[in-house]
C-alpha cells in the first residue's frame, strides 16, 4: 500500500486549506482513513478519521468545527478541509490506513500504513 498526501503549503492565519491522500495498492474502500499531525518538538497527534464507507469520522477537539473529512471510493482518495486555520495548527500532516474502526482509530498504532506527510504552515 502507498499513500501519496498533498495540498500543504503556507496560507494565512484564518485561510483555508484542503489536503488530499491517495492510496495505491489495495482497495481503498477497504480501509478507515486517519489524518494525523506533528509540529516541530512535539509528538504526532490524532487530527481525524473517517469509516471506510464515510458515514461515521471522529475528530480532535483542538480541530472540531474547523475541520472536515471527506473521502472519495472512486477516486482512491481521503481529503481533509479546514477552515480558520490558526498557527497552532502548523505542522506537517500524514494520512494513515486502517483495516480497523473502533475508539481506538484515534491512535496512531491502529494504522497500519503512513503517507510521507505534506507540511503546512500558518501565518499570523
Known sequence: ?????????????????????????RTFSNYNMGWFRQAPGKEREFVGAIHWSGDSTYYADSVKGRSTISRDNAKNTVYLQTNSLKPEDTAVYYCAASSLWSRSSIRATTYDYWGQGTQVTVSS
Open 1 to 25: 500500500v502507498q499513500l501519496q498526501a498533498s495540498g500543504g503549503g503556507l496560507v494565512q492565519a484564518g485561510g483555508s486549506l484542503r489536503l488530499s491522500c491517495g492510496l495505491s495498492g
